[in-house]
């Protein structure tokens, strides 16, 4: 962000800068060419203009009569003087043609003792050579030069506009020193010179305001920023046009400012048409086309939409590397922007490519390497050969390493927190290559230091104690390890609460907690089975409870008293006696190739049960490759529906007996209990996938937490809302296609071959209309085709019109996003292309998605919502956390259950599951005497599917055609019907899952 801004007020800066003795001067030709005779005319004739335009004490009447005594002056001098006189002129007019021969002293210096009343000529001279210092990367001796100059124009009776372009300068050498503070201070006199010099309004002070805004924003203060960009972009509009390049600038830093503001899409929108915009009127290789590129890059990576930015990065990178160089350190930030999502891709080969090549560039540029890269570039390749199973160069690494210890000492000093982040750094380093003493010498030093800092940012320390612990455990020391551990644990708890790490923005930082699993199997193998309960659940609980902490009564804070035995009493009491709520736990260790799996079982009464998992290893460990390959394989059995013929039962039942077999003991009849009947499994569950996959004994449900179904028990009880009301939406009207620009590419690149269209689906619409046949016309609303859109819906639930429905039916595309769930979005009817001006306006921004962040703000008393789409379950697999995504969303608006589906969905065989699931619910089959609870109606109307023999789905379906509610692109072509069966295979019926209270 830093070096992409520079680089744009640089190119203001080239633009900007106007020597007052410029080609365009008539003075120029005359005094190159010795008639200083005609020259003295001329400036004569500019003084009584000036006088008469700007009045008789303007800047420009200054100029214009030192100018004029200047050249009447110029006669009294010698031959060499003139010669030398006529040199600097030219130097000035054109620096490029004339052999930089006398640095600035000398020049300051001749025109100091020849031509003492030449104060502003010898201004313009340092200010010249302040801009030739700049490019050159000589910073110190460009704001030196500039400050010079700065106190000639201070010094002038009249305000000039040289005073806002030194300090300018001064600024921007302060920022390119790493100043950004005293930068900010230097922009800011700047605009306030020019404002006074040139007016508010005059355009050089509004590319003195962009200026600033571009340093704001890459400091972080984006409020700030979008609001000077609010006065800027306007006027640059009026004044230059919407394709000159100020206001293309404006309009990029706008958009950039939404993204960190949070408005994500909005900016990500505006950056796009930028860049469309940018590619049409400057080329499709300029340099701000791929600053444009790299800003929407970055947006796209703030989504988790890693493939796309990495498009981005790789189109930008092909342009800097043309433009400046494929070894200019702005190349080499691209390259490791680029290698940064590579490996967020799990693309490691190519990861590891990119980030040798930023040290490659980094070991070429010499002075002005970047040692903070070279050690980003460093450990990346580090971690991408620990993932290719390649033994690293750990010693070139380390000495990487601890030369950034001495910098940080030398520079911060050795208390520094700069310092023991580079602790950090080196002893989680040591540690991984086996070296335990050095690294617990280190990590201590390091864990010392931060518990004595002012307590604002403590995930530093965090990871010094996790890895302590993580030390201490494979040394045996089991009590050291406990205590490194809990109170890792305990200082993310207090820093989470603190900094309010809520919703989508806690789960970068929750990645960061890696050690309450190991610390709650810790527990569990001593004994200590209650308080092992209390940790897993507070890491499972805390996701949601932090969103309802106004909201939370007793029992959500249970999960964090100290009183384990009374938590524990407080989930219990919601429970059934036929009801067990069931976890699992795993964690890695040995470069994550060696782990252990437990699961956790809690009943109505009595502790919870602990059950150690056996692994294939011989001491009875789980294998990390080994589980990933058995998980893969049967979530490509699940999701690909051409496997009808090639389910492998054999190897489902092994991982039935490995993973769910072990703890059934724990569900059957005991202690007065009666076997369990309804299994509540917390998410992520049993590997990820349904464990209705794995036994049909139970009807199963999914919860986020213990504590939230407990919570969610209480507060909406039995009857939360009675009324049989539907609201439906299906069939949404896409777009077939549009130009690059549209709304539909949010959340792409600017270009066509990544954007993603979407299939009509004719039986979502047939779906709806026969579930809505089963409720009184009166008490249902539907809509389809056109009306199905975005506006539409965030309409009725401003004004809570959907507060009132007992049910909400979204039949229609899903389009998941695993890595930022909450931008997760369902697709609707396609909207009205926006122009930038609209994008910035203060209106609602209206596209073709409803995600799951809009969702967050709706209040609802639904029973159930049904996402009938494809991967609305997903999220991302935030360590111990439950998915977070669409049923979170609609959980923390207030549904009490939601039925969504965890991979891609036929639209023949959804629309059968759904009719039989709301008939079960409603009591509408003959075989009903009641109502069904959700649990059991959505197991029965799965059952039911598997067992439909082709007769039966060629009656019902009525020829509906085989579309998938996916993008085109993932469309499954027609399965291949060899089975009497059809639906037979768990693909057609067991991607949809009950999650929230079952009953």
Known sequence: MRSICVHLILTCFVLGFAVRAASADPLTEMIVSGRFDEAAKVAQELVDQSVKLNGDTHWKTAEARERLQVMKSVAEHSPEEKKRFQ????????????????????????LETAFPKAVLLRATVLERDSFDEFGKGRYAAAKASAGNAREIYSASSTPHPGQGRTTETCGLCDMMLSRKADAANQLRAAVEAFEQALGSHHPRTMLSRSHLAYLLSSMGKHDESLELLQLVRPFNQAHFGPNHLNTLKANLFSGVDLIHSGDVVRGIAVIQQTTQMAKSALGEHHLFVASCLSHLANGLRIQAQYDDAADAFADALAIYSKKLGPNHMQTAKL????????????????????????????????????????IDATELIFECDRHLGIRPKARDYETLLRNGLRFEEEHNGVESREAAIAMLRLGRFLASINRDDEAISVLSKASSILAGADGTDQLHLIACKQTLGNIYRQQGEVDKAIAEYSSAVELFEESRRRVGFTGLSSLATTELDRTAPTLAIMLAKNGQAVEAWRQLEQWRAF??????????????????????????????????????????????????????IWACVVRKSGDPQWIELAGSNKDGSFAMEEMRRDHDVLRAMLTDG???????????????????????????????????RRLIVTLPGAGDLPLEVLTVNYAISYTPSATFLA???????????????????ADPQFKAESPPTDLLATNRPGNNRIRKSYAPLPGTRVEVEAIASMFAPASVKTLFGEDANEAEIETLATQREL???????????????????FQSSLRLASPPTESIDDLLSDDHLYDDRLTAAQVRNWQLNADLVTLSACDTALGPRVRGKAFVGFSQAFLLAGAKSV???????????????????????????????????????????????????????????DDLPPVVRGTIEKRLPDVKIESAKPFENPYFWAPFVLIGDSR
């Open 711 to 729: 919570w969610q028990r209480s507060r909406l009880g039995p009857k939360a809302n009675t009324s049989p009301m539907l609201f439906a939406i």
């Open 87 to 110: 040199q600097i002129w030219r130097w000035l007019a054109d620096p490029k043609r004339v052999p930089n021969d006398a640095g600035p002293d000398d020049r300051v210096e001749f």
């Open 543 to 596: 996701q949601l409870t932090d969103e309802l902490e106004a909201e939370l009564s007793d029992t959500a804070s249970a999960a964090k008293e100290k009183s384990s035995k009374h938590a524990l009493e407080r989930v219990q009491s919601s429970l059934d006696v036929d009801e067990a709520i069931a976890s699992w736990i795993g964690v890695w260790f040995d470069q994550q190739q060696r782990g252990e």
């Open 642 to 676: 051409k496997s009808s013929t090639r389910w492998d039962a054999e190897g489902v039942e092994r991982l039935a007996s490995e993973r769910f077999h072990p703890i059934e003991k724990a569900l059957h009849a005991k202690n007065g209990m009666p076997a369990v």
């Open 803 to 821: 507060e009132q429905y007992r049910y909400l039916h979204f039949a229609t595309h899903g389009d998941p996003n695993r890595d930022a769930p």
């Open 335 to 374: 390259h490791w922007n680029l290698a940064f999502v590579q490996f967020l891709q799990e693309e490691f080969a190519d990861a590891k490519k990119s980030a040798e090549r930023v040290v490659q560039i980094q070991k070429q540029l010499r002075a002005q390497r970047s040692l903070s890269l070279m």
């Open 899 to 957: 039925v969504a589906s965890n991979w891609q969905v036929r639209d023949d065989a959804t629309s059968l599951l759904m009719r039989r699931f709301y008939q079960n619910l409603l009591g509408q089959r003959e075989e009903l005497n009641d109502p069904m609870p959700k649990a059991e109606a959505l197991n029965e109307a799965k059952r039911w599917l598997r067992n439909l023999t082709i007769n039966d789905i060629d009656r019902m379906l």
